[in-house]
């Protein structure tokens, strides 16, 4: 997107813009402040911009007046005017249109009501006015499924949307979310597949996952069904007009039985293992974990490949325990649990792996 075209209504009107105007982070900051570094001539249109966004919102819980919505923008302008009277006199007359033209398309009234649900997302907001893009909204109480054109499927939760490109550029695919949505994404090694959410940004290249960006939450989270994922966080990530070039390195990578969870109180991104871990294959599925005088690294390694999960421990310490019983039933925690009774183990979660320590079995 090319801002150095903007008027004041379309800086007025434009997500990323309003987002440094009331709600200002590390990533807004630093792209508007280097704005303003390299379009010094935008200073007062900027300024003017700021003041209306302030004194809409200030407005948007109040009765439709027209005549007292002007007022109340004007009383907010007038505020800068007087400290930037050199500034402003030459742009009064096109200050007092632009206020008029956004009273009489009611714009106020629905921006913040909507603001948390628009696509707040600084990769959309850095492409080109060219692009043509695709916007589809589940407005029901049911899973909407979306079909892209490379085969891929987006099921959409209620109150959730997504926005992508009508034509998937040649080396990546790319979809912007708010809200929840489950990926079946087509595998296509040459052009990874990018989804952008407000925090955070995550690649694959053909897997099944779920990202939940709920705007009502303070996190975003990535749960892996199948395959892999890389996931970074918006803040790490210093690419706003150039689009994400990042390889697994780069991220948290992300496996079945795992998610990935980003905390804005404390702008951390974690790994860890989901509530309650399926059985990834479906041969495993029917396999029974019946054991009888069984080694501890016999029943670890069939709860790894059940799972998917690393198990971290000291094979010569263990060395003596042996399992009994059936635990067939159990989901894998409970698994856990019931090794750890029998033998005396404890274990602990660290990083989407299980640790386990203890004296050992005589």
């Known amino acids: ?143 909407m499924s979306v079909f892209l054109m490379d085969g891929s499927e987006i099921v959409l939760e209620k109150k959730s949307k997504i926005r992508y490109p009508k034509v998937f550029e040649a080396d990546k695919r790319e979809v912007f979310l708010v809200g929840e949505a489950f990926f079946e994404v087509t595998k296509n090694p040459k052009r990874p597949f990018l989804i952008y959410t407000k925090k955070l940004i995550t690649k694959v290249l053909g897997t099944s996952f779920t990202i939940k960006a709920n705007p009502e939450t303070e996190e975003e989270r990535v749960v892996v069904k199948t395959g892999r994922v890389s996931v970074v966080s918006q803040l790490e990530s210093n690419t706003i007009e150039k689009g994400v070039h990042f390889s697994e390195a780069n991220g948290i990578v992300v496996t079945p039985n795992q998610e990935a969870i980003y905390l804005s109180s404390n702008a951390k991104l974690m790994k860890r293992i989901v509530p309650t871990p399926t059985i990834l294959s479906s041969t495993l599925q029917k396999q029974e974990f019946i054991y009888k005088n069984a080694s501890l690294a016999k029943v670890f390694t069939d709860l790894e490949k059940a799972y998917g999960i690393k198990i971290i421990y000291d094979e010569n310490l263990f060395e003596e325990c042996t399992i009994n019983g059936n635990l067939s039933d159990a989901t894998m925690f409970d698994k856990l649990n019931s090794i750890a009774k029998i033998t005396g183990i404890n274990y602990q979660v660290v990083d989407a792996q299980i640790i386990v320590s203890g004296k050992g079995c005589e």
């Open 1 to 143: 997107m090319n801002y150095s075209d903007f008027d004041i209504i379309d800086f007025v009107k434009d997500d990323f813009f309003c987002r440094w105007v009331q709600n200002p982070d590390e990533q807004t900051e630093r792209f508007w402040q280097g704005f303003l570094q390299e379009n010094p001539d935008k200073e007062v249109l900027i300024l003017k911009a700021k003041s209306m966004v302030k004194s809409l919102a200030s407005i948007q819980n109040t009765a439709v007046d027209e005549e007292a919505s002007v007022a109340k923008i004007w009383q907010g302008v007038e505020s800068e005017m007087t400290e930037k009277t050199n500034y402003w006199g030459r742009y009064i007359w096109q200050l007092a249109a632009s206020i008029t033209v956004l009273i009489g398309l009611g714009w106020w009234m629905n921006y913040q009501k909507e603001a948390e649900k628009t696509f707040d997302i600084p990769q959309l907001s850095a492409k080109s006015s060219e692009v043509e893009f695709i916007e589809k909204e589940n407005t029901s109480n049911e899973p």
